[in-house]
């Protein structure tokens, strides 16, 4: 189970929020973070909330395929990820160029109308995995 926290609420005081996410964590709940980089997902708060899971923002995805320092960016983050422990996600990654970028500088999870389109029907996910851009199997 990953408990996701949203960008849009101000965290004023870190220490009851590691407080009441302790508990969860010890039972097997991972913490994802999602929209880092944007609104409050700030990287002071990946600092402090140490994520399972960062979710990096469209905005520091949208055109990393041409721009050279989104992708020194990228690069960073992704060993920042690999030192912290924690899956870093692409999200919304849109065109195959974008997901040839974030490819080449070592992210391995992404999400984006590229990569499929929202849906609840297990037969569009089964599809996902045979898709030629597919990255890695589920976890």
Known sequence: M?????ERLEVAEYGPLIAALAPLRQRGVRIAVDDAGSGF???RHVL????????????LIAGIDDDQGQRALGAALVEFARRIGATLVAEGIETQSELAAITRIGMTAGQGYLLGRPSVRPKDW???YTAPWHLTEPT
């Not at 990953?2 to 949203?6: C, I, R, Y």
């Not at 402090?48 to 905005?59: A, E, N, V």
């Open 126 to 128: 089964a599809a996902w």
């Open 41 to 43: 997902a700030s990287m």
């Open 48 to 59: 402090h909330i140490r994520p399972d899971i960062i979710k990096l923002d469209r905005s």
């Open 2 to 6: 990953v408990l996701e926290l949203t």
